[in-house]
């Protein structure tokens, strides 16, 4: 059976084998990793910041989430699948999770990522995330110390941290909420306007008389 929860002291059992599929699963795409050590995870587990899939006790999944810059922001870090488990929607699932765990915890923060996965783009794209210039980003360096271990860093670098590989994506949630406000303003519009509209037809059309009229020429022309 598959569990998706968020985590706590019991999966600390875990970590080293967390830590073997970011690590694996980075070297197999060829592509950079910002490189985590035990205690981390360990912190991001004890802190209930992270999201475990298991399937029958065995890990198959896992992510965590952070806050950054004073809590202004909070990124979702660390997305790994068990490759047997991957195409099933599973990292959807982890996502959906992370998502409304940030959103709890931190409901003020801006949500973002940074990638150079398709999927993690179009799963973060799904829920409304979107892609931003580095400088949107938080400015803590803390975050982006977390880059060093990867081996794209140079670039992060001599770029003065403003491109690299990978590609931003931001949540915004006032952003979401101005546009729902927007989209729900709009919708009332028209609502008064169907209503408005439907008043005047049914002054000028009366439906009953309309249908009897349509019976009565039905009638004679058989
Ligand atoms: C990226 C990863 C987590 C996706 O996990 P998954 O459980 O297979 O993904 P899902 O089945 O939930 O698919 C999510 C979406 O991404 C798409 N997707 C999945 N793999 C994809 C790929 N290789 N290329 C393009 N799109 C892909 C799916 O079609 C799906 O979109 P849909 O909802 O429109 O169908 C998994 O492949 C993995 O662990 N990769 C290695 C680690 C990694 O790259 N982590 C991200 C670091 S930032």
Redesign the pocket.
């Known amino acids: 059976m598959i569990d998706i929860n968020i985590a706590s002291k019991k999966d600390v059992k875990y970590i080293s084998e967390i830590l073997e599929l ?1 690590e694996g ?2 070297k197999k ?1 060829g ?1 950079g ?1 910002a490189k985590r050590k035990p205690e981390y995870i360990e912190k991001k587990i004890l802190e209930n910041k992270s999201i475990i899939a298991t399937d029958n006790g065995n890990l198959i ?1 896992y992510c965590y989430i952070e806050s950054w810059g004073h809590q202004k922001f909070v990124a979702t ?6 490759e047997e ?9 982890i996502k959906n999770k992370a998502f409304n765990l940030s959103r709890e915890k931190f409901p003020k923060a801006k949500l973002f ?1 940074i ?6 783009m ?2 973060n794209m ?1 829920i409304g995330y979107k892609p931003v210039t580095f400088k949107e980003l938080t400015d803590d360096r803390a975050f982006w110390k977390g880059c060093e271990g990867c081996v794209n860093y140079k670039i992060l670098q001599q770029t003065n941290r403003t491109h690299c590989l990978c590609t931003g994506l931001l949540y915004d949630p006032k952003e979401v909420e101005k546009k729902e406000d927007d989209d729900n303003k709009t919708l009332k519009v028209y609502s008064r306007w169907f209503k408005y509209k439907f008043q005047i037809l049914s002054k000028i059309v009366k439906p009953k008389k309309v249908l009897n009229k349509a019976k009565e020429i039905a009638f004679f022309s058989f």
Not at 77 to 82: A, D, E, Q, Y
């Open positions: 970011i699963a980075a795409r592509t990793i999944g870090s660390g997305l790994i699948v068990k488990y991957r195409g099933q929607g599973l990292s959807k699932k990522s990638t150079t996965s398709i999927a993690v179009k799963l799904d």
